[in-house]
């Protein structure tokens, strides 16, 4: 043990060295660091969708990926409603057309993500969650990678809305 002690203060380079590995060692959490270099090696669709997609989104959209589920989060801009608001002027008809303009920016939103991510990569995304949000509403709009890869093959409007009533589930959300 003496000839182990008597190399090691020869040696006090090294011996700071072995030191501060050992401080690095101990801050630094193994666990989170090997999970996320995991994550970013397992072959998914979702990220690889959200490298094209992020190059066409407004920035007021926030993406992210859970394993192969995407979730886009849309805030609508206000002065899109405000003109709506004074435009009409009836309170009864006021709650509809809010409907309308926010679902109606919601199936556009789904357009979108379609046309701009890679089909190839879309329809092998199992879950997508869209929210759009503003301070009126919050609707949440749930699908399949598989039914939205077809949309951007659709022309005529009503067979769009068709499709979407079909493939997409709505829920409005409490604010």
């Not at 979730?71 to 509809?96: A, C, G, R, W, Y």
């Not at 190839?120 to 039914?147: C, D, F, P």
Request: aromatic residues 6%; proline residues 4%; hydrophobic residues 40%.
């Amino acid at each position: 043990m003496r000839q182990v002690y008597l190399w090691m203060m020869n040696r006090p380079i090294l011996m700071v060295g072995v030191l501060f590995m050992a401080i690095f060692l101990y801050n630094i959490n193994l666990k989170k660091e090997f999970k996320d270099r995991q994550t970013i090696l397992e072959a998914h669709s979702c990220p690889a969708a959200l490298i094209q997609l992020n190059r066409h989104i407004p920035q007021s959209w926030k993406t992210q990926c859970d394993k192969n589920d995407m979730t886009v989060i849309i805030t609508l801009d206000e002065k899109v409603l405000e003109k709506i608001l004074k435009q009409n002027h009836d309170p009864k008809k006021l709650n509809e057309l809010i409907h309308a303009v926010h679902y109606r920016e919601l199936a556009n939103s789904l357009s979108h993500i379609a046309k701009n991510s890679p089909n190839y990569t879309l329809e092998r995304i199992g879950n997508i969650k869209v929210l759009l949000e503003t301070s009126k509403l919050k609707i949440g709009a749930y699908t399949h990678g598989q039914y939205l890869f077809k949309l951007p093959s659709l022309t005529d409007p009503t067979m769009i809305a068709e499709h979407l009533k079909a493939t997409v589930q709505i829920k409005e959300l409490s604010k």
